[in-house]
């Protein structure tokens, strides 16, 4: 008879964690499938739009601070300015404007206001 291996292991633990959430899950697979907001922004950094925003967030950034190093990907992930930017980027595409990192400068440094603009 086919012994069947009872593993005494503490199941309650969960063993794969999100590296983006820290939500727990008790198996891979489960993490494999698993999408947090983080982990979809994350995908989507090779995308046109979401690099152009994440441009206008540094842009953003340098006028602020004149000496501030730029913020990596993962920091404009996690920023709250993360959907205000991509939205602007979103609204430069649908009305075709010509040059989307210029209008960006333009508009940071004439101390327009995003929410303004796109909504
Ligand atoms: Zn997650």
Redesign the pocket.
Known sequence: MAGQTKKSETSSAKAFV?E??Q?GFSKETVLAV?N?E??RRLAQEKESGVRLGFNCFNQFHRSLRSTAADKTYREFVDSPYYLAFVKFVRYLVEIRAVAPESYCDWLLRNNKKLDDLVS
Request: hydrophobic fraction near 0%; include cysteine; charged fraction near 25%.
């Open positions: 999100c983006h959430c939500k698993h947090c983080t982990k």
